[in-house]
């Protein structure tokens, strides 16, 4: 938001003052628009008081009444109500006339009341009711809209109102003694028998031991009394209590509420020793019983009196200090010069510590003002009453001083407490800017979105410093119409980058910074113009080669040696554009032929000598920038020399990234190619063609393709041939339409898949019992066979499922097209899951077979073992135990039907694979099968009959060989199969056979049993446990001839565990299962049973397989020759570790036989491959070396030395094969190896060039498992490699010259081989092309380049060339290349002679010669001898050179005179041209000439938008350009550029630049050099530093490559820049420099010959001052030592001096502001430190004068200097606002009124209103009296505006005048302001004539003084009148002025004691004392 504020104002009270804004822009302003207005309120608002307050007794309520407050002057617009802004209220205790007493309660605002004209009326009902034992007041204090307040106070009841009584005391009141000076102890009250007590109740004491009362109206003889402290005591002073009156006998003296309890006869009480707790109230009581006075005529019964004070708080500590501030918000700084603003925080007493009668402890508040901390110099301490905060108006302070308040707070016993604010600075003048300009990055801004500016030492402020500032974006100085004002802190800001500001470009906006000051005065500047543009120029358009005929733009050309280029159509919308330049280059944007040369604004150019390479497209780039530096390049699209085809690539048959073999479609055709290129001219298109033999199109007739390199038909018209070759051909053609052409190798149509000659299927050989199931479940092996013998199958791909498709986390596995079987191992297969295996065969069609295995049933578990179903007398009596009349019987043989036992058992289980059947054996002894002598029955699974809920029955019969006999027993055993095949343990039980006829009966289970062996063998026990009474005794007779011996054999074909012969086997890929068989082997006791265990080999039975201590180690298994041990979760067999299985061959109950297999090993992972070995490639299987490439189409050798390793078992064999993919055997067959061969040799191969071919090795380990390895493959090579080109020399491009004669380089590139690649190089350099000569041949491995030194030099002049051949990878050789040679030349560039400059060959350079010319009614000035176009006036005004330059919206041009051939300097001076309608803060020009044209930019202004025009009148920038002349006339245009302002120009210089010697000037100038072979001028202007440079040098031998010029601080040095070329230019200029005051520059040049040899020539040093002279101390001749004069004579004086450069000359100008020119503009001083003028008749008083000088140094830098100012006094300050006021003190507690004092040896004196714009120097005063006359004495000399005038003998009954008046600076005094003080020092005396009394009624009684009292002044009076002496019951401190007081409601039957008070003007009082009776006469 916009503001302003204006300060040093002189308004008047009671008017109001608007503020009027007027907006403006160029065209005109609008209306303007005014505020609402301000009224100056300077005083406090005025009233008459309350005039009417009721309270409501009973209710609590309060009403009153009073007129609004109004202003003390007349409001000039509104009514004088309308001034105030709100009411507040409080109720007061009075405590004397002159003091409104304390306040009750905190002051609370007037809300809502009732209105009628000017009368208020408000009602608010307390929160308590007032009991009037004082005089209560309700205080008003109205607040006008300025902030200051008036109080009134009026009596809620009539304090004087005697009949009735309205103020009755409280009977027993506190009294406090006086107070010694530490405030800690109080001294004893004495009250005199019947004596008045004249002191109000007392509310506080700050006693520690002692508490006092009294009690003046009882007049008893003997009083008991006790001091009582309880919180629970709600008795306060003024306030009804909510219960009844505290008494005496409320609490005992015992109580702990009572701390002291004692007797008196006096009307007092003092208690000592007390221990009193600050913030504690307490209560003193009393008691007196019926007494009966007795006196001389009557006797008096005085009744029972029981009551209490209303209480007293102890207060030890001075209130706690608030915090003190001055202003509304803390501020440390202000521009009122006569108000402060004070505020305090609530000061804090005893109230935070206990209660008090009084919402604060605070009694009141004063403050006083100083220039000093504690300082009261200002204002003594002033009296504010309860309050937060004071206004302190009509105050004199000074600017530049600060003030501090210091607030006192005094509580209710007299302690203070002081708080000091901070200080507050008086400031009314704004912030100071300086010439720093608001820096926003440039005259150009090139973002759109966001601006930054830094304005870092623009501003300062030394009275009160800068707060803050606020930057804003507009379209013009000041304005905010694109950002608004943002506050920030910094010096430097930036906008919020998340919002666009929407900068347009083209368009200007300024920065303008607002800096606030601590006392928010703001001052605001703007920077100059800064320009949007944040897009390079529009792109044009560049072409190759001239304009010729028909074609515009050249794409291949002949000539090697030049490059011609033309451009157009290059604009910018927003900035001029300034120059183009140009460079060459071999890639799109690049320079590296030529580098970037300026060449201004020229639009075509022709570069000769260039050695251009055939095959390089050269491409030219056109950078053009405006004048925003910014540029836009553009690149042609290129030109080539050209001369040979393009280099073959290779061809593959179909569309996809590998070359194909075969196809399966007979209808589509594809190819792709790379690596077809063309070094020079680039490819142009293809043609390609297909047929069935190599280069034949009876297939695709030859097309033609564009850039691609992928050709495809979907549909041809003709089915392509199956099983014959096609080969596609394709033809390159290269821009100029050269070609080669390229066959693939072919391919052949296969369209039927891959047959299927061997289904798959799961291998049941592998731990499988039955067909389609496992019992493992951690291996899966596949078997398979797939057949193509058109194509092969090239790969496959297998995958596991299952049944019921559960996701599994076996990967299919991708295999070689060669691979008939393979194992997926470390499985997790689940039981009771059928699995499934997907094979994919696909051939080299790309056409796939399917097909998918059986499933297979994993179950590794066997089933769980049941029981017989049988009878028995369990205490749980189940149902199943009751035998069924089938179940468990046996029948003897009747006729046919065998002997037989009919069988139920149940809980034979599985829940896997299920049961599949049972096998039975029944014998007569343990383990016997007797009865069934053909083995075990086998019985089927039923589904049984369920049976309650003990599950399915199974039942059978078994047939036996004889009948049973009663009472003998069976044994029977049963087991069951599960679907697997796996069996379970058998339930072996033994029955007793019980008849029950004679063909049939039962079987009894018999539950108990005897051991049937020697280790415990039983059929009673627990299942698969031994009984416990084994009798020992075993026999093992192993190896005994007269028992059958046992073979037991390893398996892992479970379907061969029956064989007759079984094979044993080593080793196992099972995680999970062990099995073996076994068979007798000789003659002896028959085995009658088996037990079997497994372990590790070498332990004992169970050992690493079995839980020997809970496991079951050994297993029955009847008469069964085979066993199958499964492992469950988490059990696994060990890798590499052997295992056993053990076979317990019993013969009878005592001999037995252990045997073993003779062990197994673990081994379920393939041989490992090694990660650091591969098989290898070798074309020599002794040399092992691996090879990538070979020449042979017949043999190869394979090597796999420590390829393969197997940690678990060894290599069992290897199997080799050879195929063009990984893993195939398409081109030989895998052949068995055996494991002793780590290398093989492969013949009568068929092997094609440029294929590639991979081997393949399989090894296979002892448990059948297998791993493949391949090698990475080699290549058939039969094709040497394609020659490239070779340059001369190590460069990027071919070198014609080196400067060595003893070394030879070169470089080549472009070599290739497609098949095996380059392996190395051969070179070779001779003096002839071809030669060796000179160097002979070496391998110079890969490298691209080589150099050699020869050990004797060559002849200068000498040219020689390599010769390169590449050798591929297999070694075959390309043809030899040779370069084109390179000539040796050793001599450097020479240097031309030194230069000489002619004279200025410009006519009327400086434009002192002019005509008027009048066109379309405007008159301006012509310059004569120049041709002008546009606007162009002459400026007569000091310009760079003579009184007269030009301001050119336009061009000026001039014809001079010059030698074709020669060189020509231009010099001339431009600057800006200042519109302050048109603040635009950039600007361009432009010259033109000979080989010229350039725009040159002036840069941005110094300072910032504001300053003067004159400091313009400096900023001429020179410029310096060269050109050689081609005419006899040479053509001079110079103008301006763009659409803005124009430019200035002066001083025009064109010079002819000569060779030899030159003499040294006159005067020696430091800024220029006249020995060395470099030219050098430089200029120096505020942030624009240029170096300009010129040379000359010719090359015999060669011509000149290139210049590069350098600046540095030293000679040599490139500190400044860097060695920059400039082509062939003999000329360089930078302006673009930062350059370090008092260093020296020195130019290096470096010439640079086509041999790289390079001359180097030094400037002589140019000293560079970059420092403005010393500029200080600029003093004005004033009247005395001040900065006032009291005339307009101004004589200057200054320091200045320069020691880089010295003084060139000064300037000065004098104005009304710092640095303005209003009364002397800038004008040359005659000498360089002083200048005088008389501006006397342009001055007047108060206008204060500035004088600025400006020096310039003769590098061109000034220096400014503004002094303080000068302030012309001529006139004497105003005194008709003046006033003086006296202030008085009184000696007594009454004031001083009608300015008299008792004092005679003091005045105190203040004023205000003296008045003048120059300000006041001092103040003086003297005193007049008929018999005093003093002198003036000098005060306020730091603009105090009061003083004490102490020392004076002033006579009493005397009036005296005190004068007062103001001395300005200027030494002229003011009128005088005068007031009057009267002396009085006597008090009144009585003059011995009595007081009149009368009765008109016997209740109204009339008292009359007159004449009994005297004084020298007008007297007051104060009346009390008690009913005893001393007492006030009837009326108290009536105030009059009268001599006659009338009293209502008397009670004549009374006497009354009157005591009267008179007081005089001074203070002083006499009190005269009476008794006045009611009598008759």
Request: hydrophobic share 35%.
């Amino acid at each position: 938001m916009a503001h302003t504020v204006q300060t040093a104002l002189h308004l008047q009270a009671g008017d109001k003052y608007r503020s009027t804004v007027k907006f403006c822009h160029p065209a005109g302003c609008f209306q303007p628009v005014s505020s609402d207005g301000v009224i100056v309120q300077p005083n406090p608002p005025i009233s008459d008081g309350i005039y009417m307050v009721t309270y409501y007794n009973g209710s609590g309520e309060i009403e009153f009444s009073w007129n609004a407050f109004t202003s003390d002057v007349p409001i000039i617009y509104g009514d004088d109500s309308d001034s105030m802004d709100y009411y507040e209220w409080t109720l007061v205790v009075k405590t004397s006339d002159y003091h409104h007493g304390d306040v009750l309660i905190p002051w609370q605002l007037v809300e809502n009341p009732s209105m009628q004209n000017n009368q208020i009326t408000y009602r608010v009902t307390l929160d308590k009711e007032l009991e009037f034992t004082s005089c209560i007041q309700v205080g008003l204090r109205g607040y006008n809209k300025a902030g200051l307040f008036t109080t009134v106070f009026e009596d809620i009841y009539d304090c004087e109102q005697f009949n009735p009584i309205l103020i009755i005391p409280n009977i027993v009141i506190d009294a406090v003694g006086d107070i010694d000076n530490d405030m800690t102890e109080v001294s004893d009250v004495i009250l005199e028998l019947n004596a008045k007590w004249t002191k109000p109740d007392a509310e506080y004491t700050p006693g520690k031991h002692k508490l006092s009362a009294v009690w003046p109206t009882l007049r008893h003889d003997s009083y008991d009394w006790k001091v009582v402290s309880d919180d629970s005591i709600q008795r306060w002073g003024y306030w009804k209590p909510h219960n009844n009156q505290l008494q005496y006998e409320d609490y005992d003296c015992n109580s702990p509420q009572v701390i002291a309890c004692g007797q008196t006869k006096d009307n007092y009480v003092n208690v000592d020793s007390l221990q009193l707790v600050h913030g504690q109230r307490y209560y003193i009581c009393i008691y007196s019983n019926v007494t009966k006075k007795v006196y001389e005529h009557t006797e008096e019964l005085l009744p029972e009196f029981s009551g209490c004070s209303d209480g007293i708080t102890v207060d030890h500590n001075p209130p706690v200090a608030g915090n003190v501030w001055i202003g509304w918000n803390k501020q440390h700084y202000q521009t009122s010069k006569s108000e402060l603003i004070i505020h305090w925080e609530s000061f804090i007493d005893v109230e935070d510590a206990g209660s008090t009668t009084h919402h604060s402890g605070i009694k009141y508040y004063e403050y006083a003002i100083g220039t000093s901390p504690r300082g009261v110099d200002v204002q003594d301490y002033m009296n504010v009453g309860i309050t937060n905060r004071a206004v302190a108006h009509g105050l004199n302070l000074q600017d530049g001083m600060t003030y501090f308040v210091i607030v006192r707070a005094a509580d209710y016993v007299g302690f203070t407490t002081e708080s000091l604010s901070a200080g507050v600075t008086i400031d009314t003048t704004p912030p100071i800017r300086s010439d720093v300009k608001v820096d926003v990055g440039g005259k150009f801004h090139l973002s759109t979105k966001s601006i930054s500016a830094n304005w870092q030492g623009l501003y300062s402020d030394m009275e009160s410093g800068i707060h803050h500032y606020e930057w804003s974006v507009g379209t013009k100085p000041g304005f905010a119409d694109v950002m608004p004002f943002t506050a920030t802190t910094s010096e430097e800001a930036e906008s919020d980058q998340s919002k666009d500001l929407g900068l347009v470009e083209g368009h200007f906006y300024f920065v303008s910074v607002k800096a606030y000051n601590g006392a928010g005065l703001s001052t605001i500047t703007s920077s100059w113009a800064t320009i949007v543009d944040s897009s390079p120029p529009i792109p044009g358009y560049v072409y190759d080669g001239p304009q010729s005929g028909d074609y515009v733009d050249l794409d291949f050309q002949n000539d090697v040696s030049s490059l011609t280029a033309r451009w157009h159509g290059f604009h910018d919308a927003h900035t001029d554009i300034i120059n183009y330049e140009y460079g060459i280059g071999t890639c799109h944007g690049c320079d590296d032929t030529q580098e970037m040369l300026n060449v201004g604004l020229h639009t075509d150019v022709t570069v000769s000598e260039l050695k251009l390479q055939p095959g390089v497209t050269y491409y030219v780039t056109v950078r053009c920038c405006n004048a925003a530096n910014l540029c836009t390049s553009v690149t042609s699209d290129g030109v080539m020399v050209d001369n040979s085809p393009p280099l073959a690539g290779l061809v593959y048959d179909g569309v996809h990234d590998e070359d194909i073999q075969y196809q399966s479609s007979r209808t589509m055709i594809g190819a792709h190619w790379y690596d077809f290129h063309d070094p020079h001219s680039s490819l142009a298109y293809y043609e390609w063609r297909a047929g069935t033999t190599p280069g034949g199109d009876d297939i695709v007739t030859s097309t033609k393709v564009h850039l691609t390199q992928k050709v495809f038909t979907p549909q041809l018209s003709q089915q392509l041939p199956i099983d014959t070759m096609i080969y596609v051909t394709v033809k390159a053609f290269n821009k100029a339409g050269l070609s080669v052409e390229q066959t693939s190798n072919g391919f052949s149509v296969d369209n039927s898949e891959p047959t299927i000659t061997s289904q798959p299927s799961i291998d049941n050989t592998l731990g499988s019992l039955l067909d389609n199931t496992q019992v493992w479940r951690t291996l899966l092996k596949v078997k398979w066979q797939f057949d193509d013998p058109q194509s092969h199958v090239t790969h496959q791909k297998i995958s596991v499922f299952t049944h019921h498709q559960a996701q599994l986390d076996i990967e299919p596995v991708k295999l070689s097209g060669s691979d008939t079987e393979y194992t997926f191992t470390d499985l997790a297969l689940h039981d009771g899951d059928t699995y499934y295996i997907e094979v994919i065969g696909c051939n080299g069609a790309q056409l796939c077979t399917s097909a998918t295995t059986p499933g297979v049933l994993v179950d590794s578990t066997a089933p769980t073992v049941g029981m017989f179903a049988v009878d028995t007398d369990h205490a749980a009596d189940l149902t199943r135990h009751h035998t069924v009349s089938d179940w468990m019987v046996y029948y003897q043989r009747q006729g046919n039907t065998s002997a037989h036992v009919k069988l139920a058992w149940l809980g034979f289980a599985d829940i896997h694979s299920g049961i599949s059947h049972y096998f039975v054996t029944v014998g007569t002894s343990y383990g016997g099968i007797e009865l069934t002598p053909m083995g075990p029955a086998m019985l089927n699974h039923q589904d049984g009959i369920s049976h309650e809920d003990e599950g399915a029955i199974q039942t059978g019969v078994i047939n036996v060989t004889r009948d049973l006999i009663p009472g003998e027993h069976l044994y029977i055993a049963i087991w069951a199969v599960n679907g697997v095949g796996l069996r379970s343990h058998s339930a072996h039980d033994s029955f007793e056979v019980v008849q029950s006829n004679s063909a049939s009966g039962i079987l009894s289970l018999l539950r108990r049993c005897s051991s049937q062996s020697c280790q415990g063998h039983c059929t009673c026990g627990p299942q698969n446990q031994l009984c416990h009474d084994a009798p020992g005794g075993c026999q093992d007779v192993k190896g005994d001839a007269n028992f059958e011996q046992v073979e037991v054999f390893d398996i892992i074909n479970y379907q061969q565990l029956d064989a007759v012969n079984p094979v044993d086997i080593d080793y196992t890929p099972s995680h999970c299962s062990l099995a073996a068989s076994w068979k007798t082997t000789n003659t002896g006791s028959d085995v009658v049973r088996y037990e079997w265990s497994a372990g590790e080999k070498g332990g004992e039975p169970g050992a690493g397989l079995f839980d020997l201590a809970f496991d079951t180690v050994w297993h029955d298994i009847g008469l069964n020759t085979n066993a199958v041990l499964t492992l469950q979760r988490p059990k696994a067999l060990e890798p590499m570790v052997e295992y056993v299985f053990y076979v317990k061959a019993w013969y009878d109950d005592v001999n037995f036989a252990m045997y073993q297999s003779n062990g197994i090993t673990a081994d379920y992972s393939p041989p490992d491959i090694s990660k650091s070995r591969k098989v290898k490639d070798v074309l020599d299987t002794t040399k092992l070396v691996d090879t990538d490439f070979t020449t042979s189409t017949s043999s190869i050798g394979v090597s796999w030395k420590s390829v393969f390793t197997d940690d678990h078992s060894d290599i069992e064999h290897f199997e080799v094969s050879l195929g063009t993919h990984p893993g195939a055997e398409d081109v030989s067959a895998y052949s068995l190896v055996p494991n002793s061969d780590l290398s093989v040799e492969l013949n009568s191969l068929q092997l094609q060039s440029g294929k590639r071919y991979y081997s393949n090795v399989r090894a296979y380990n002892l448990a059948g498992l297998y791993s493949t390895a391949m090698s990475d493959g080699f290549m058939v090579d039969t094709v040497k490699p394609i020659e490239g080109v070779v340059f001369d020399g190590l460069g990027l491009h071919d070198a014609n010259y080196q400067n060595m004669t003893d070394v030879v380089s070169a470089s080549w590139h472009g070599f290739s081989d497609l098949q095996s690649s380059i392996d190395h190089y051969i070179w070779c350099v001779g003096s002839t092309s071809g030669g060796e000569d000179i160097l002979p041949c070496e391998n110079v491995g890969l490298r691209l380049s080589a150099s050699r030194k020869l050990s004797t030099h060559q002849q200068n002049g000498q040219m020689y060339f390599s010769k390169v051949t590449g050798v591929d990878a297999a070694g075959l050789q390309s043809d030899a290349v040779m370069s084109n040679g390179i000539t040796m030349d050793t001599t450097p560039p020479e240097v031309e002679e030194r230069f000489v400059f002619g004279d200025n060959i410009v006519q009327n350079p400086s434009f002192e010669e002019w005509t008027l010319v009048t066109e379309n009614g405007t008159e301006h000035k012509t310059p004569d001898n120049w041709q002008v176009t546009g606007v162009v006036d002459t400026i007569t005004s000091a310009g760079q050179d003579g009184n007269s330059y030009i301001h050119i919206y336009g061009g000026i041009t001039q014809d001079v005179t010059t030698v074709v051939g020669e060189k020509y300097q231009v010099v001339f001076y431009s600057r800006h041209i200042y519109h302050p309608h048109n603040p635009i803060g950039t600007q361009e020009g432009f010259i033109q000439g000979p080989g010229i044209h350039h725009v040159f930019s002036l840069y941005q202004r110094s300072g910032h938008y504001g300053n003067s025009d004159n400091t313009m009148d400096t900023d001429w920038h020179r410029y310096v350009y060269y050109f050689t002349a081609s005419e006899v006339t040479s053509t001079i245009t110079l103008g301006s550029v763009g659409k803005n302002n124009g430019i200035a120009i002066d001083n025009i210089n064109v010079r002819h630049v000569g060779l030899g010697a030159r003499d040294p000037p006159s005067i020696p100038n430091p800024y220029n050099q006249y020995s060395s072979a470099v030219h050098v001028e430089t200029q120096v202007l505020h942030e624009w530093n240029s170096v300009h440079a010129s040379w000359n040098m010719v090359d015999l031998e060669s011509s000149i490559q290139e210049y590069m010029w350098a600046i540095g601080t030293v000679p040599g040095g490139t500190q400044l820049q860097g060695f920059t070329s400039v082509g062939k230019n003999t000329y360089g200029d930078n302006s673009d420099l930062h350059l370090s005051s008092g260093s020296k520059v020195h130019i290096t040049v470096v010439g640079r010959n086509r041999a790289d040899l390079s001359t180097v020539i030094y400037s002589d040093p140019i000293l560079v001052d970059l420092t403005p002279p010393n500029l200080c101390c600029v003093k004005v001749v004033t009247d005395s030592e001040n900065k006032y004069k009291s005339n307009g004579v101004m004589n200057a004086s200054w320091q200045v001096t320069d020691p880089d450069s010295d003084i060139d000359y000064c300037m000065w100008a004098i104005g009304e502001n710092p640095g303005s020119s209003e009364l002397l503009p800038f004008t040359r001083t005659d000498t360089h430190h002083s200048s005088s003028t008389d501006l006397s008749a342009s001055v007047s008083h108060g206008l204060t004068l500035y004088t600025t000088v400006r020096c310039y140094n003769y590098a061109g830098l000034q220096s400014q200097i503004t002094d303080d100012g000068v302030v012309i006094v001529m006139e004497e300050p105003d005194a008709s606002h003046a006033t003086v006021s006296l202030t008085t003190s009184s000696v007594t507690h009454y004031p001083t009124q009608g300015s008299h004092q008792p004092q005679t040896n003091a005045v105190n004196i203040a004023w205000h209103g003296f008045q003048d714009v120059t300000g006041i120097d001092y103040y003086q005063f003297s005193v007049h009296g008929e018999d005093l006359q003093t002198e003036w004495y000098d005060v306020g000399h730091s603009g105090q505006s009061f003083t004490v005038f102490k020392g004076l003998y002033l006579m009493s009954y005397k009036v005296y005048q005190v004068y007062v008046r103001a001395v300005n600076f200027g030494g002229f005094h003011s009128d005088t302001a005068m007031a009057n003080i009267t002396i009085e020092t006597e008090n009144p005396i009585t003059t011995g004539t009595d007081i009149v009394s009368s009765w008109p009624e016997l209740w109204k009684l009339v008292l009359n003084w007159d004449g009994v009292f005297h004084s020298n002044s007008s007297l007051t009076y104060e009346v009390t009148m008690g009913t005893v002496r001393g007492g006030s019951d009837v009326m108290k401190w009536r105030e009059t002025d009268k001599g006659e007081l009338e009293f209502i409601g008397i009670d004549h039957t009374k006497e009354h004691h009157v005591s009267i008070t008179a007081i005089n003007q001074a203070g002083l009082y006499h009190t005269q004392n009476y008794i006045v009776s009611y009598t008759t006469t």
